[in-house]
């Protein structure tokens, strides 16, 4: 890739659309009214981004930052400075360049396949619910397969701030292909950067800033992505299964209870992987490095003599991507968790519910209930209906206060009065919409490659049906593999449905589908 396509009216329409309205104090008009006006200068911008991209050239005066802190909890004390989460803002003019720049980077990335498979950070049809959904599945494939599970979750300090220059220009030259007038517009967007700290009315001298990704930007996460895309072929070296998003890296490893030692491979991966990123001027983060034993007791104390070595200890629950993981996979710990925020924020509402109209009050609960029952929700598919009573006892909670009802007044009509579907049934529908986007290309390769259709040896009424071959496995309830209970649910739907190609079509059906069944 040498050069940048030009863009058209309709496109730099498009783009300035899709971005977010926020405002720096750089602008010289807030960008709300500059929308407004956008028509009576659209030339002038269009003519500064096609400058830009034909000259490999980013303006001197869009390369300013302004940062101001924000208290990263309330109840934390505003003296202490580690206490602030620094939040770097742009001209709204220059997150237009990176998002045609962007744009046209990341098809060239995808048409190239040049990210890696197993990189779930910041790339379209990725997030931290597939990414967990592909670990938990390996890690019961394991578990059902009788071996023992190890999993090593990596930090990093401040990587993003940490990234060469010249390394990062040496990486998309060498690793990406990038060069000629596209190569010369990366190295002057990165170099004669400078930022200043706004706090009230008050602000810093001007700071030069010599590494790293530009915060706040567009492109900066994607910048990260090819920055690290050696590491992966370090831990491939070793045979280690692995599992990135952005810059937290997950390491597992499955072992043979006679064949322990084994570990040691593990270890080795570690090793050069701390060694790569000290010659790429990142850190790992010992203190924040978690390991996670998933096996029997005695498996487990075997294990943490190896692990003894490098001062590290198996913890009996880690976070993982907000999800927080047990040595069981039972993921009770993290429904506790749930359960408890929710009902938090539960309370509030309900105090403040008479004061606000009902529309209002449930956008309220789907904002502080809802998203952290339904977050990350697959990776629960299968559990225990005593498991999942727990989240259901919070959503019949917050249906409660919206419909004021009573503890003792039945709970089925105020759910079907607001059209929500229970628990249980909201993991189902996450599963099969995720089943349905990897059966049309919407979804993650490694996700992908799990749903395999059903074709008979010989020709039969159910070779056009859409069926899914289900994989056999020993565990238990509440043990299933995404692989296994993913095709097993969507078997089980009506033939109309899985002959659907449109997604929006299917989600519609579905839940209609999935309503009837629950509420019949």
């Known amino acids: 890739m040498s050069y940048f396509k030009e863009v058209d ?5 498009d783009v300035i659309s899709s971005l977010k309205s926020s405002t720096c104090e750089l602008d010289p008009l807030p960008t709300c009214f500059f929308k407004q006006v956008l028509s009576s200068l659209s030339n002038e911008v269009l003519m500064i ?3 830009s991209l034909q000259l490999g050239e980013f303006p001197n005066i869009l ?7 924000l208290l990263k909890n309330r109840n934390l004390d505003p003296t202490f400075l580690n206490n602030y989460r620094p939040i770097s803002n742009l001209p709204f003019l220059c997150k237009i360049i990176e998002k045609v720049v962007s744009t046209q980077l990341n098809d060239y990335v995808k048409v190239n396949q040049i990210n890696d498979t197993f990189q779930s950070g910041f790339r379209a049809l990725h997030s931290t619910e597939t990414a967990l959904v592909r670990v938990v599945n390996d890690l019961r494939l394991n578990k059902d397969a009788g071996k023992l599970s190890v999993l090593f979750l990596l930090d990093l300090s401040a990587a993003f701030d940490t990234v060469d220059h010249e390394i990062l220009i040496d990486r998309l030259q060498s690793w990406v292909g990038l060069s000629g007038l596209v190569l010369d517009w990366f190295r002057s967007y990165l170099t004669g950067r400078d930022y200043y700290v706004a706090l009230g009315t008050s602000s810093s001298t001007r700071q030069k800033i010599t590494c790293g990704v530009p915060q706040g930007s567009i492109l900066g996460p994607l910048l990260f992505n090819l920055y690290m895309l050696p590491l992966p072929h370090i831990i491939n070296k070793h045979g280690i299964s692995y599992h990135q998003y952005a810059d937290d890296t997950q390491l597992y490893i499955s072992l043979e209870p006679k064949a322990l030692k084994s570990i040691s491979s593990l270890f080795e991966c570690i090793g050069d992987i701390q060694t790569w990123m000290s010659d790429n001027f990142l850190q790992l983060n010992k203190e924040k490095t978690e390991v996670l034993v998933i096996g029997s007791d005695s498996q487990k104390n075997d294990v943490q003599t190896y692990l003894n070595q490098m001062n ?3 913890k009996q629950c880690v976070k993982n991507l907000g999800v927080t993981f047990d040595n069981e996979l039972s993921f009770k710990s993290h429904i506790m968790t749930t359960c408890k ?8 509402i309900a105090k403040v519910r008479d ?17 952290r029952i339904d977050y990350c929700n697959a990776v629960l598919s299968a559990l225990p209906k005593s498991s999942i009573s727990h989240l259901q006892r919070v959503q019949n909670a917050a249906a409660r206060v919206l419909t004021r009802r009573r503890k003792k007044d039945h709970i089925t009509p105020a759910l079907h009065s607001l059209h929500w579907l229970p628990v249980s049934f909201r993991i189902d529908f996450k599963v099969l919409v995720m089943v349905f986007k990897c059966l049309h290309g919407l979804a993650p390769l490694y996700l992908s490659e799990m749903m395999v259709r059903y074709v008979p040896v010989r020709s039969l009424r159910s070779s056009n049906s859409n069926l899914l071959v289900i994989p056999k496995t020993r565990l238990k309830i509440g043990e299933g ?14 033939e109309e449905l899985r002959g659907i190609t449109s997604l929006y079509s299917f989600k519609s059906n579905l839940k209609t589908f999935l309503f009837r069944s629950a509420f019949s």
């Open 341 to 348: 925020t929710a009902y938090f924020h539960l309370r509030n």
């Open 63 to 69: 390369k300013t930052a302004v940062v101001k802190p």
């Open 481 to 494: 593999t995404f692989s296994h209970y993913g095709p097993k649910l969507w078997n089980s739907l009506p």
């Open 355 to 371: 004061m606000l109209s009902p529309a209002d009050s449930e956008k309220l609960v789907h904002a502080f209930i809802t998203s």
């Open 312 to 314: 590290l200890k198996a």
């Open 49 to 51: 981004v096609n400058q």
């Open 9 to 13: 009216m309709v496109t730099l329409f």
